[in-house]
Nanobody
Framework: QVQLVESGPGRVKPSQTLSLTCSVS??????????WGWIRQPPGEELEWMGC??????YISPPLRSRTSISWDPSRNQFTLQLRDVISEDTAVYYC?????????????????WGQGTQVTVSS
């Protein structure tokens, strides 16, 4: 069974870089079977797909492309989100998740395996 756990700071100051790590167990992140994604939910809003990666490539939501990077560390079976120049609107619960290859991986509903989520607040 695939399990994901997010880790990172709970609070970030405006203009700083948010870095979150997702630790994966039950599957190798180099597997061809999965897309590994980051999804967030601002307070009172719907889930927002931020981006994902697989063994071949990385895909970032166009509105976030200028500020967002996703990378991986296969030796640790982890993947990481970096969001630069954060603003108050980046306050949200951030989830890492996994979707099966062949799914519509830009849709949060296509992700079958989720971390518990981590609250990130952007505040000075």
């Amino acid at each position: 069974q695939v399990q994901l756990v997010e880790s990172g700071p709970g609070r970030v100051k405006p203009s700083q870089t948010l870095s979150l790590t997702c630790s994966v167990s039950g599957a190798a992140i180099t597997s061809m079977r999965y897309y590994w994604g980051w999804i967030r939910q601002p307070p009172g809003e719907e889930l927002e797909w931020m981006g994902c990666m697989n063994y071949e490539d990385t895909y970032i939501s166009p509105p976030l492309r200028s500020r967002t990077s996703i990378s991986w560390d296969p030796s640790r079976n982890q993947f990481t989100l970096q969001l630069r120049d954060v603003i108050s609107e980046d306050t949200a619960v951030y989830y890492c998740a996994a979707a099966e290859a062949g799914s519509s991986w830009t849709l949060p509903s296509e992700y079958d395996h989720w971390g518990q989520g981590t609250q990130v607040t952007v505040s000075s």
